[in-house]
């Protein structure tokens, strides 16, 4: 077998970055009104003013990352003085961490090593006077910043910047993905008296919302007619069980890739049980089933 040679046998993914995790899609018809209310309550952003803070609320699998990094995508398109900022909290959990992801989105680089925490917040206030420029931080999963008071130190940090550096300007969207933490009743008064969020609630996805975006996945990430309506339905209802929406693009990715292995061009009924045998899902999804 010669390595490098392309292969000519025709493949049953066109683009397979539709099934990734990070990929961000064009939120759903349905799921544009959160989107507006969202662009609503950043838009003074867009006119050199701080923008209103928001929480994203609603279980897993709502899309609320993809509805946030879809409007900051528009926002980057459109203007370079209000700049968009998206922090994973999963992965960024100190302050330090979560400004110098601030930093690096200012100056095109990670903050250098012997930077002190308040030598990365200066700096990335002087960068933000500098370009005249209004900050949108999107803080997800906020929860995973750690403790109450961490919560508050990091949202403090933000929200207060103006009083150290007088002219910065930077509104807060927090995503909240476990219903039972109140984010709003939870800060100090001195951090809730800045911040004042409007709360965006995303329900769970309705069982035709589950089917048109998983439809319109298998369009543009499979070959024409690969997933017959019978097989995606499937699918459709191990998502309506499981209430994640990932769940079912999970399964049409490995499905299409037992179909793809086996030479064909059609995933079958029998490729999605297989697809379901080998994969592990969190019980707990059980807990919210999607509406009907
Ligand atoms: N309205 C939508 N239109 C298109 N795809 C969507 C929509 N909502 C969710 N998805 C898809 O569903 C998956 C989960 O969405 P997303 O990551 O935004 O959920 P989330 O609410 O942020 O979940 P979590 O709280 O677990 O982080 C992603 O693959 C995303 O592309
Ligand atoms: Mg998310």
């Known amino acids: 077998m010669e390595p490098n040679r392309p292969s000519t046998t025709p493949t049953l993914f066109q683009d397979r970055s539709v099934f990734a995790a990070d990929y961000v899609p064009e939120p759903a ?7 507006d209310q969202l662009a609503f309550n950043l838009r003074s952003g867009m006119v050199g003013a701080t923008p209103s803070h928001v929480i994203c ?17 528009e926002i980057e398109e ?14 960024d959990r100190t302050l330090y961490a979560i400004h110098s992801r601030v930093f690096a989105r200012l100056a095109g680089r990670p903050p250098a090593d012997d930077m002190e925490e ?8 002087e960068m933000m006077r500098e370009r005249k420029a209004v900050l949108v931080v ?32 930077i509104g807060v ?50 070959a024409p007619r690969a997933v017959p309506v019978k097989v995606l339905e499937m699918v459709v209802e191990r998502v309506r069980e499981h209430g994640d929406i990932r769940v079912g693009l999970d399964l049409l990715q490995r499905a299409a890739t037992l179909a793809e292995q086996d030479g064909r061009r059609r995933v079958t009924a029998e490729d999605v049980c297989t697809a379901c045998e080998s994969s592990v899902i969190d019980p707990r999804l059980r807990v919210i089933r999607a509406p009907a």
Not at 29 to 35: E, I, Q, T
Not at 118 to 125: C, F, G, S
């Open 173 to 222: 969207v927090a995503i909240v993905n476990d219903l039972r933490y109140h984010l709003a009743a939870d800060v100090d008064r001195s951090v809730f008296s800045v911040f004042h969020p409007t709360e965006i609630f995303f329900p769970p996805l309705y069982v035709k919302e589950i089917r048109g975006i998983l439809r319109d996945r298998v369009r543009q990430g499979l």
């Open 138 to 169: 999107c803080l997800d999963d906020i929860a995973c910043i750690g403790s109450r008071s961490e919560v508050n130190l990091a949202l403090a940090t933000l929200l207060r910047m103006y009083e150290s550096y007088p002219g910065t300007k």
């Open 118 to 125: 308040w030598d990365v917040t200066r700096a990335v206030a």
């Open 57 to 73: 609320s609603g279980p897993p699998g709502t899309g609320k990352t993809a509805c946030v990094r879809a409007l900051f995508a």
């Open 78 to 91: 459109m203007t370079d003085r209000f700049i968009p900022v998206y922090v994973d909290c999963r992965i």
């Open 29 to 35: 018809p349905s799921r544009m009104a959160m989107m």
